[in-house]
């Protein structure tokens, strides 16, 4: 008696895998790696991915400050690839001037709209004006 059912699919014999054929014998000496890995340190990293200190970005903030200058080298940095680091922190510096400008506008909007004035008795009090 057959052990399966008459309406069992049937399958063809499948040809047996052929064998891969065999790879060329391994030279006898080992191969040299032409790069050797170095430990990374602020000496060996080429130019253009040296961090930079607290002190430098304390310095370029206060060189991005200056009015007319600090607005020209902003664009500069900001395109330079002289130096990655300091090249995202102008355009980091750059999305900051963004979110104030956006932040001054509105609050100038929503003074004006308001009706919100600045009386000159009142800073003669204050001391301010």
Not at 81 to 97: E, G, M, P, Q, T
């Amino acid at each position: 008696m057959d052990d399966y059912p008459n309406n069992a699919p049937q399958t063809e014999p499948q040809a047996a895998p052929q064998a891969a054929p065999q790879a060329a014998p391994r030279p006898a000496q080992p191969i040299v790696h032409q790069f050797v890995q170095q430990p990374i340190t602020k000496d060996t990293l080429p130019a253009q991915y040296r961090p930079l200190s607290a002190w430098a970005y304390f310095g370029y903030s206060l060189l991005f400050a200056i009015p007319i200058v600090g607005f020209i080298l902003l664009i500069v940095f900001s395109f330079s690839d002289a130096n990655i680091n300091r090249r995202s922190y102008a355009r980091s510096y750059w999305c900051w001037l963004v979110v104030f400008l956006i932040v001054f506008a509105i609050v100038l909007v929503v003074g004006l709209i308001t009706g919100v004035t600045i009386d000159p008795s009142t800073l003669a009090r204050s001391g301010i004006g």
